[in-house]
């Protein structure tokens, strides 16, 4: 069973800042050999893509809207990675999830529970 659980989100000012986490766990779930991803859920719109990150940490993924803003990182010793989210917008709104798919392929297997970040105007 893999489990991904994140932490960090919270209340913010717009212009502000948060770090979110996942930590990955499984007994048969190799952290190292998944690429990792970030996506948001706003109420009443789908999820969308935020960042990705390769297994290796040599590739990066943002979606327009947050490239120079956020910045996604790993740690495998640790089995974490994270969201560094910098001048936050009210319209970024969301639950937080992270996700995990096996390196090279292309549909995530694997999602958190979810963390929810507000960014107050």
């Known amino acids: 069973q893999v489990q991904l659980v994140e932490s960090g989100g919270g209340l913010v000012q717009a212009g502000g800042s948060l770090r979110l986490s996942c930590a990955a766990s499984g007994r048969t779930f190799t952290f190292s050999m998944n690429d990792m991803g970030w996506f948001r859920q706003a109420p009443g719109k789908e999820r969308e893509f935020v960042a990705a990150?390769?297994?290796?940490?040599?590739?990066?993924t943002y979606a327009d809207s947050v490239k120079g803003r956020f910045t996604i990182s790993r740690d495998n010793a640790k089995n974490t990675v994270y969201l560094q989210m910098n001048s936050l917008k009210p319209e970024e709104t969301a639950v937080y999830y992270c996700?995990?798919?096996?390196?090279?392929?292309?549909?995530?297997?694997?999602w958190g529970q979810g963390t929810q970040v507000t960014v107050s105007s």
């Open positions: 990150i390769n297994w290796s940490a040599s590739s990066t």
């Open positions: 996700a995990a798919k096996y390196g090279g392929t292309r549909v995530y297997n694997y």
